[in-house]
């Protein structure tokens, strides 16, 4: 059974910084493109970001373009979510899914 | 980017249908996708491309597409089916879009 565990999450000033982990299992990683979904307290689902499979490739919704980077480490079967200058309204549950099939259980990031 | 418009809630009796559409232009030619989400889960995948079924989804769940609007329809509903709704699509660029999300109460 595929499985994703996403870590990295916590209370963080405006401003600063944290970067997310996604780590898969029971999956061949490297063939499929990920994502990044959110979801703030009480709200719906918003994309995030999303990269190809291979890494080359990555998109950014425009609410966090210029401030959050995705990555991915194919040999590690890790993703990443590096998060700079954030801001009270990216407070939220993060979701790593791999093309909305399978989804971690999420991690919360307060930014207060 | 464009928006994908749900309905806030529907509600429906037990052993009743439910029918939660999504609209957006873009779905005459992008595929839409369904998830059910319920508190303090993460969402569940029951519709891709538009019809089809991830294994495991039981089949009182189906999707439609008609033009602009894309069906979620749950024939027979069950009081677990008690949830949040989201469609999905998705930009040429490859961005997703969510919808609004819908509420569906079971009475």
């Known amino acids: 059974e595929v499985h994703l565990v996403e870590s990295g999450g916590g209370l963080v000033r405006p401003g600063g910084s944290l970067r997310l982990s996604c780590a898969a299992s029971?999956?061949?990683?490297?063939?499929?493109?990920m994502c990044w979904v959110r979801q703030a307290p009480g709200k719906g689902l918003e994309w995030v970001s999303g990269?190809?499979?291979?890494?080359?490739?990555?998109d950014y919704a425009d609410s966090v373009k210029g401030r959050f980077t995705i990555s991915r480490d194919n040999s590690k079967n890790m993703l990443y979510l590096q998060m700079n200058s954030l801001r009270a309204e990216d407070t939220a549950v993060y979701y790593c899914?791999?093309?909305?099939?399978?989804w971690g259980q999420g991690s919360l990031v307060t930014v207060s | 980017s464009y928006e994908m418009i749900q309905p806030p809630s529907v509600s429906v009796s037990p052993g009743q249908t439910a029918r939660i559409t999504c609209s957006a232009d873009?779905?005459?030619?992008?595929?839409a996708y369904w998830y059910q989400q319920k508190p303090g889960q993460a969402p569940v995948m029951l519709i891709y491309?538009?019809?089809k079924k991830p294994s495991g989804i039981p089949e009182r769940f189906s999707g439609s597409t008609s033009g602009t609007t894309v069906t979620l329809t749950i024939i027979g509903v069950q009081a677990e089916d008690e949830a949040d709704y989201y469609c999905?699509?998705?930009?040429?660029?490859?961005?997703?879009?969510f919808g609004g999300g819908t509420k569906l109460t079971v009475l």
């Open positions: 899914t791999v093309q909305g099939l399978y």
């Open positions: 029971e999956i061949n990683f490297s063939i499929y493109a």
């Open positions: 990269i190809t499979n291979s890494g080359n490739g990555t």
């Open positions: 873009a779905l005459s030619d992008q595929y």
């Open positions: 491309k538009d019809s």
């Open positions: 999905q699509s998705t930009e040429s660029s490859g961005a997703w879009v």
